[in-house]
């Protein structure tokens, strides 16, 4: 008797549609949307499914991303398990009321389609708008393709309402580069993600009428500082919460995520540490580079916030050459990734370098992260027409 | 909330009910209080509906006198009343 196929059959979906595809199979209550490109064939393939009846979610068109924040935090304080989507000056307009879902501890689910921030405008990726809330409290988990943006969609509802998280939770992916690009992605059955995502459960639903609650009452000076120390508390526990789940969904799926992954890291010299798309390209440089002798290697952040900042370190601390890739600048001060990585060797003899790269979705090309690799080095500001102002 | 630290605080500062003790307000009346004259009260509740404070006691549907714990000695009660079944009368309490 022949044994049954299990393997899934790729099908060929962008990275927007892939996560639609994993809404549907959430089948969360509430989708509080407004459209933005890049995001925009995220919340539009929902809504297709919802028009078709293959998705149950109540679909609100409210009339600005403020709105959709805002309705997301009240339904999914009142007890509905609520996923929302945005991108670029979207985020920036949420952002008021994205610290205030981190603050009253509301476990949203967010797919962001990483854009630049304007001005000048522009409808391309780079990680400025993720930056922008980089110290709002909530989770961000970059991936680097349309299977990692599926696979941690499908994860993210449980790390968000896990009990000693209780935080949004962003999956970002790098606007067209993966929202707009077609690959195989396998998607789980619908059962499979049912079941894994669970009931959503709250400890205090506002609707819960037999026990009525005060959310999100005003803090003094004798308890402001305690409760945000709360959420510090809630986003290191999210580091230990990862793990446990990510062996969960290697069980239904195969593929097991962690907050870092090291790739040919083990015994490099020279090493790269990224965000999102990029670590594909800078995989393909490694494997090319490998093969003629180089020891190189990668680490790709997923968890951008927690930042596994131990873990970075020690996965770090035998290179002996390190080069940061941002795809965001602060100016006037180190860019915020090579900020991160700089703190977290403090103390150590690794060479840091940093780079600022693809702003505005300029393309990043293979060549390029040979210069970075190369002895020579590479400037801090790669493919910038002129000089930089500051070596 | 003075000493709690933040483990001991609910989390995102979530207020349960009945956690706050019921305040007693009523020591804010300056004077006089409402007595009732029942033998002219007609249960109309006009009272408890215009009350401020929530100081009108029902017996279901009839008036059942006043929370002095919480009556600010408006007179509103007074003044509202079509019988003229409530009286403002010198506080001892106060």
């Not at chain 1, 907050?259 to 990224?274: G, N, Q, T, W």
């Not at chain 1, 594909?280 to 680490?299: I, M, P, S």
């Not at chain 1, 060479?351 to 790269?357: P, T």
């Not at chain 1, 702003?359 to 293979?366: A, M, Q, S, T, V």
Request: aromatic share 6%; with cysteine.
């Amino acid at each position: 008797m022949r044994p049954e196929l299990v393997a899934p059959v790729p099908e060929l979906l962008t990275g927007g549609q892939a996560v639609a595809e994993a809404m549907r199979q959430i089948d969360p209550d509430v989708v509080p949307v407004y459209p933005i490109t890049p995001q925009t064939p995220i919340i539009q393939g929902y809504a297709a499914f919802v028009a078709q009846g293959r998705a149950h979610g109540e679909l609100i068109d409210v009339e600005s991303e403020h709105s959709a924040m805002s309705a997301a935090v009240g339904s999914a304080l009142a007890g509905a398990r609520t996923i929302t989507a945005t991108s670029s000056q979207g985020l920036a307009l949420m952002a008021e009321i994205v610290y205030i879902a981190a603050a009253m501890r509301a476990p949203i689910v967010m797919a962001l389609g990483n854009r630049a921030l304007s001005g000048p405008i522009n409808i391309h990726c780079d990680h400025s708008d993720s930056m922008l809330i980089r110290d709002s409290g909530v989770i961000q988990l970059f991936a680097e393709n349309a299977q990692e943006a599926y696979d941690l969609m499908v994860m993210a509802p449980r790390l968000a309402e896990h009990p000693d998280v209780m935080l949004p939770v962003l999956v970002c992916q790098d606007g067209f580069t993966i929202t707009h690009s077609a690959e195989p992605v396998e998607l789980l059955p619908d059962k499979t993600v049912r079941a894994f995502v669970g009931e959503y459960v709250l400890p205090n639903p506002l609707l819960d009428l037999a026990r009525p609650t005060t959310q999100g009452p005003f803090a003094m000076p004798d308890s402001y500082y305690e409760l945000r120390h709360q959420q510090v508390a809630a986003l290191w526990a999210a580091l230990d919460v990862f793990p446990q789940l990510a062996e969960e969904f290697a069980a239904i799926s195969g593929r097991r995520y962690a907050a870092l992954e090291p790739y040919a890291l083990d015994d490099a010299e020279r090493a790269i540490v990224c965000l999102g798309s990029t670590g594909g390209t800078v995989k393909d440089v490694v494997d090319e580079l490998r093969a003629e002798g180089e020891r190189v290697g990668l680490l790709q952040v997923r968890s951008f916030r927690p930042f596994p900042r131990e873990q970075v370190r020690a996965a770090l601390v035998h290179v002996c050459g390190v080069s940061v890739l941002d795809r965001a600048d602060s100016p006037g001060s180190w860019p915020p990734l090579y900020a991160e990585v700089a703190a977290s060797l403090y103390g150590t003899d690794v060479y840091l370098r940093s780079h600022v790269y693809g702003l505005g979705g300029r393309d990043l090309h293979p060549e390029r992260i040979r210069d970075v690799f190369s002895p020579e080095g590479a400037p801090s500001y790669l493919d910038l027409k002129g000089a930089p102002c500051r070596v | 909330m003075a000493q709690l630290t933040w483990r001991d605080l609910p989390i995102a500062g979530v207020v349960g009910p009945d956690t706050t003790p019921r305040p007693r307000t009523g020591g804010w009346r300056t004077g006089v209080r409402p007595e009732a004259r029942l033998e002219l009260c007609v249960d109309c509740l006009l009272c408890w509906l215009y009350c401020p404070d929530s100081a009108i006691r029902l017996d279901g549907t009839a008036f059942a006198g006043f929370d002095y714990d919480v009556c600010k000695g408006c007179e509103v009660c007074a003044e509202v009343c079509p019988t003229d079944a409530i009286e403002m009368v010198v506080d001892d309490a106060a």
